[in-house]
């Protein structure tokens, strides 16, 4: 009854953030606002944007991965491309919990695609 009566309430932003929240506990992961830097972390979440940004003449693909509570970037060095890495995938990751550009970033993380939501 909560969740309908949240849904006529709840702006669209709203109802996807909660709904990312209740996915990652399923998941077992911890909200990106809860991670500390230099710890192993699980991160769940939906990936907003996927760039391939090349450093240093070495092919790198980032991704940002939001969770309804904040994003951590994800880096995978020396990858052009990732099949089942792209936009609108949910995924859980698993990586020591860095800091780039200050931003909460994960490199070469451990993923597990999952199932994405109609």
Do not use: K, Q
């Amino acid at each position: 009854m909560r969740r309908a009566v949240a849904r006529f309430t709840e702006g669209d932003d709203e109802v996807a953030s909660r709904e990312l929240r209740d996915e990652l506990e399923s998941a077992g992961a911890t909200a990106v606002t809860s991670c500390s830097r230099g710890e192993p972390v699980c991160v769940a979440g939906t990936l907003r944007t996927v760039t391939l940004r090349p450093r240093a003449g070495v092919p790198t693909l980032e991704a940002e991965l939001y969770d309804g509570t904040g994003t951590v970037t994800l880096i995978w060095l020396g990858r052009r491309r990732i099949r089942g890495i792209e936009c609108g995938r949910s995924l859980v990751a698993r990586g020591r919990l860095t800091a780039h550009e200050g931003r909460p970033t994960i490199y070469n993380a451990a993923y597990e695609l999952r199932p994405t939501v109609a």
